[in-house]
């Protein structure tokens, strides 16, 4: 990265971008997991979203929709999908406004960490405000992380 | 940009990218009011998600899953959630396909104003067929996008 | 792409960043049908989610969650916010790694395949386990291309 203004920032020879893809891979399988994890829990209890899934399980199955265990991972994963996949696009963007690698590097450390940790504080119910706490954390990171952005524009 | 033909299109100092930049840090802010929002009716109205939640309030709570209001907020973040996410992937694709500039920004532009303007009507429950008409509007425009993307291609 | 080593790889004249352009666009097409269907079915239902959304139809409607026609189909696309948008990423950070373009395009390919024949098995009900090896697929799909990222990074 000799020259960053007649290069691109968005590849893996920048070093911010590197972090970046390495910490959305992690957080990536991270949600992965939330499926297998309903799916474990699933078979588990022999509960199933479909009526055609009971012929999988061979000791039979039902269908419900409010058992607490299968519920609680299924908002954990819905939690994700709320907060994931929209800090991976912001990121993507903290890249292209060439930040301190410093900063952002450990923006990505950080963020992953608090939703791992939110993940496991959900699923084996852990007291409030600890989830409470991890949820606000990396939102205000996503939010540090927009502002950086937006006022990193010559144009607006 | 005086030389497109050697240089990323997915960085800021092109003009079409920092306006896409832009138009999805507002609708990603736009997305994280959503948990918010939620949050601020669970406080409201002292109806929570999970048992463990009920001891933050002062005042006490229970868990419920069917209060309108909530999950009339909780909707519309759905909602936001299986458009916004793949409209700014749209967008990143549309920007690497060297847009006219005037078109690609007023398609950032309006999509995000019908975006905001379908939350303000879903929450406040505006009648029908306002919210329709604003999510349809969205989607069209992201269609328009993917017709654009794909036929700017050369080997498909 | 002449010279890799100074140009983007995330550009429309990179031959994997136009495949996966256009499987990417493939696959929000079928995510953006998912909420079409869902209308589909509550217009011929006369099912609607919000008390408002009832005054559209002219037949009137009644508001219910738990019509199992409307709910297979939301479960469906519930289960593409699952994991396209992660996927999406996931394609993008692959084509950053300047992977081969044979086993690129194919994993892009394959990928669309499977969760086009997903949506289908699902919405159709056709007998488990084929929904579950479809969704299986994607998963090793995604899973694979990750481990290919984190193993072409030089500093991790």
Not at 5 to 24: D, I, K, R, W
Not at 112 to 121: A, E, K, L, N, Q
Request: aromatic share 12%; hydrophobic share 50%; proline share 5%.
């Amino acid at each position: 990265m000799s020259d960053n203004s007649t290069m691109g920032l968005l590849m893996m020879s920048n070093p911010v971008f590197e972090c970046y893809a390495f910490y959305s891979s992690i957080l990536i399988l991270k949600m992965i997991m939330m499926s297998f994890l309903t799916v474990l829990q699933r078979f588990r209890k022999k509960i199933f979203i479909s009526p055609e899934d009971t012929s999988i399980s061979k000791r039979g199955g039902e269908v419900k929709y409010d058992d607490p265990d299968i519920e609680r991972v299924r908002r954990a994963h819905l939690n994700d999908l709320e907060n994931i996949p929209i800090f991976l696009i912001t990121g993507l963007l903290l890249v292209a406004c060439k930040p301190p690698e410093m900063i952002a590097n450990n923006m990505f450390r950080i963020y992953t960490f608090v939703r791992i940790m939110h993940t496991i504080v959900y699923v084996f119910t852990l007291p409030q405000p600890t989830r409470a706490i991890l949820f606000i954390a990396g939102v205000i990171i996503n939010i540090i992380m927009i502002i950086y952005i937006i006022f990193s524009m010559h144009n607006f």
